[in-house]
């Protein structure tokens, strides 16, 4: 387990990782991200993976600016989770791979 993961490891957060896991299709995690989050938070998140995949796709950051908006700053926040994280981008990737239209 990460230092990170340790800082927010706890019941509560369990219990929200555990909901999320019941979520059985996509109408279900529209459903509760939207009584979760704002839409700013929701649109972050996305814009967050979306940089992710693209720099798994050696995309200039120049290019991901121009495509998802992001600042440089979150972008290079991003690429520092691929090289030094705890290589959650790289699951999801490995199992959704393109079925989703990324």
């Known amino acids: 387990m990460s230092a990170q993961t340790n800082k927010i490891k706890d019941s509560d957060t369990d219990f ?6 019941s979520l059985e299709n996509i109408e279900e ?5 939207e009584d979760l989050c704002t839409v ?6 996305a814009r967050r993976l979306a940089v992710a995949k ?9 290019e ?6 992001a600042s440089t700053a979150t972008i290079s926040r991003v ?4 090289c030094y994280g ?5 699951t999801v990737f490995s ?3 393109d079925k989703f239209g990324q």
């Open 86 to 90: 705890n290589g959650g981008y790289e």
């Open 54 to 62: 693209m720099l798994t796709e050696e995309k200039k950051y120049e």
């Open 95 to 97: 199992r959704c791979g």
């Open 79 to 82: 690429n520092r989770s691929l």
């Open 16 to 21: 929200l990782l555990n909901c999320i896991l």
């Open 40 to 45: 700013p938070e929701i649109k972050s998140m």
């Open 29 to 33: 995690c529209y459903a509760f991200f």
């Open 64 to 69: 991901i600016v121009e495509k998802t908006g």
